[in-house]
């Protein structure tokens, strides 16, 4: 079968097209997975139900596979009668997903903080 030039000259609007959707499909979930994995490494960091909460879904998330994610959240949310879009559901699950790693990696950098540090910051007027 001899190379064909014009084959891939046709299917190079289609590669753009998909690249444009990949770019920014990765531009939100890197903003949003910031916020997030925030919000979940806070509420990890405090005592109580709350910890245990997001606890457990830093477990779930990280635990699972990516691909059975994205099936749950597409073909789950489209059985409860919320129909998503194949863009949302995608955005969804890589949320869900690295939001896990965000915040174990916000956690990590918490914990990293010795007790002089804090009592350096005290000694200088600062709260906790």
């Given at each position: 079968?001899?190379?064909?030039?014009?084959?891939?000259?046709?299917?190079?609007?289609?590669?753009?097209?998909?690249?444009?959707?990949?770019?920014?499909?990765?531009?939100?979930?890197?903003?949003?997975?910031?916020?997030?994995g925030?919000?979940?490494?806070?509420a990890?960091?405090?005592?109580?139900?709350?910890?245990?909460?997001?606890?457990?879904?830093?477990?779930?998330?990280?635990?699972?596979?990516?691909?059975?994610?994205?099936y749950?959240?597409?073909?789950?949310?489209?059985?409860a009668?919320?129909?998503?879009?194949g863009?949302?559901?995608?955005?969804?699950?890589?949320?869900?997903?690295?939001?896990?790693y965000v915040a174990?990696?916000?956690?990590?950098?918490?914990?990293?903080?010795?007790?002089?540090?804090f009592?350096?910051?005290?000694?200088?007027?600062?709260?906790?």
């Amino acid at each position: 079968m001899p190379f064909d030039p014009h084959f891939i000259a046709r299917l190079i609007p289609a590669l753009l097209e998909g690249a444009e959707v990949t770019v920014e499909l990765a531009g939100l979930t890197v903003a949003i997975c910031l916020v997030w994995g925030l919000f979940v490494a806070l509420a990890y960091g405090v005592s109580g139900p709350l910890s245990w909460v997001a606890g457990a879904y830093i477990q779930l998330v990280r635990n699972t596979p990516l691909l059975i994610q994205l099936y749950l959240v597409y073909f789950g949310f489209s059985m409860a009668g919320f129909g998503l879009s194949g863009f949302a559901s995608g955005l969804l699950a890589l949320c869900a997903q690295n939001g896990g790693y965000v915040a174990e990696i916000y956690r990590g950098g918490l914990q990293s903080v010795s007790i002089r540090q804090f009592d350096a910051g005290r000694a200088l007027g600062m709260r906790r």
